[in-house]
């Protein structure tokens, strides 16, 4: 898949089966879950490899990408800390670093060397509640501010950008240099289903079906493709959010979507300095 689109890769084999995921849907509710594998553990010579093939490549001015983005669950077997060892060795200013991510990644927020963190918001709970337990530990993102949760998160581990979702409810942006923070008002799809989706996209018992699985990963993908190509970051999160809400409209597979439809939602959706 990778040669067929052209993209320049590196890997790191292991005697590990590959895990699977079966995503199921269910037409009549719209319900839908995942069933994932069980995972094997890295042993500690191929995480090794995999730390020195990534350092490699941030040091290679041949190879150096203009983004390093780290998204999603670490395997059993990869360290936070050697994620944070891989970071820690970006030696171009202009090397982007991008988390999506949130299991074992304090290592990770220790180096100070994220630039742009996307979390949703029981994530940007459970990194705070880690280091702010009396005010974040067993709390309910509806019962705080997030706005002021993404700025502190980023204030204390030196993160330029926070960018914090909530699947259909109001996603936030906040940008700690300037010490400004956005609200992003994500239309209701169903509200706006004529508008958005013709007939053949419902299903036969008439109603239509949203898969937000993969939503978060779109929305990274295309923000992070869109502020590289010097797109200013509020609009690029926005546009990565439409791409996201316009991913639900596709009952399978996961992350695709459909341009014209995240254009109009994209219309959508308003923004709000707060």
Same mark, same amino acid.
């Given at each position: 898949?990778?040669?067929?689109?052209?993209?320049?890769?590196?890997?790191?084999?292991?005697? =590990?089966?590959?895990?699977?995921?079966?995503?199921?849907?269910?037409?009549?509710? !719209?319900? /839908?879950?995942?069933?994932? *594998?069980? %995972?094997?553990?890295?042993?500690?010579?191929?995480?090794?490899?995999?730390?020195?093939?990534?350092?490699?490549?941030?040091?290679?001015?041949?190879?150096?990408?203009?983004?390093?983005?780290?998204?999603?669950?670490?395997?059993?077997?990869?360290?936070?800390?050697?994620?944070?060892?891989?970071?820690?060795?970006?030696?171009?200013?202009?090397?982007?670093?991008?988390?999506?991510?949130?299991?074992?990644?304090?290592?990770?927020?220790?180096?100070?060397?994220?630039?742009?963190?996307?979390?949703?918001?029981?994530?940007?709970?459970?990194?705070?509640?880690?280091?702010?337990?009396?005010?974040?530990?067993?709390?309910?993102?509806?019962?705080?501010? =997030?706005?002021?949760?993404?700025?502190?998160?980023?204030?204390?581990?030196?993160? !330029?950008? /926070?960018?914090?979702?909530? *699947?259909? %409810?109001?996603?936030?942006?906040?940008?700690?240099?300037?010490?400004?923070?956005?609200?992003?008002?994500?239309?209701?799809?169903?509200?706006?289903?004529?508008?958005?989706?013709?007939?053949?996209?419902?299903?036969?018992?008439?109603?239509?079906?949203?898969?937000?699985?993969?939503?978060?990963?779109?929305?990274?993908?295309?923000?992070?493709?869109?502020?590289?190509?010097?797109?200013?970051?509020?609009?690029?999160?926005?546009?990565?959010?439409?791409?996201?809400?316009?991913?639900?409209?596709?009952?399978?597979?996961?992350?695709?979507?459909?341009?014209?439809?995240?254009?109009?939602?994209?219309?959508?959706?308003?923004?709000?300095?707060?």
């Amino acid at each position: 898949m990778e040669v067929e689109q052209g993209i320049n890769y590196r890997t790191v084999k292991t005697q =590990l089966p590959t895990r699977t995921c079966t995503t199921c849907l269910d037409a009549s509710t !719209g319900d /839908m879950t995942e069933m994932i *594998g069980v %995972s094997g553990s890295i042993d500690p010579l191929t995480e090794s490899q995999f730390v020195q093939k990534g350092i490699e490549m941030l040091q290679d001015p041949q190879s150096a990408p203009r983004a390093l983005a780290l998204c999603g669950t670490f395997p059993p077997g990869l360290s936070g800390q050697a994620v944070a060892k891989i970071i820690s060795h970006r030696t171009a200013a202009n090397i982007l670093v991008f988390v999506d991510a949130v299991k074992d990644i304090h290592p990770v927020l220790a180096t100070r060397c994220i630039d742009i963190l996307k979390v949703n918001s029981t994530e940007v709970l459970s990194i705070l509640s880690t280091v702010d337990s009396e005010n974040y530990t067993a709390r309910s993102p509806r019962h705080i501010d =997030l706005a002021q949760a993404a700025m502190k998160l980023g204030t204390m581990f030196g993160i !330029g950008i /926070m960018a914090v979702t909530d *699947g259909p %409810s109001t996603a936030y942006l906040a940008d700690t240099k300037e010490n400004s923070c956005w609200a992003f008002q994500i239309p209701d799809l169903l509200a706006h289903r004529d508008h958005l989706v013709d007939e053949t996209t419902r299903n036969n018992f008439g109603h239509l079906l949203l898969n937000p699985l993969g939503a978060g990963d779109t929305c990274s993908a295309v923000m992070l493709n869109l502020y590289l190509e010097k797109l200013d970051i509020v609009e690029a999160f926005a546009q990565g959010l439409a791409a996201a809400s316009a991913s639900c409209l596709v009952p399978m597979p996961n992350c695709i979507f459909d341009l014209s439809t995240m254009h109009k939602i994209r219309k959508l959706i308003t923004i709000t300095k707060v």
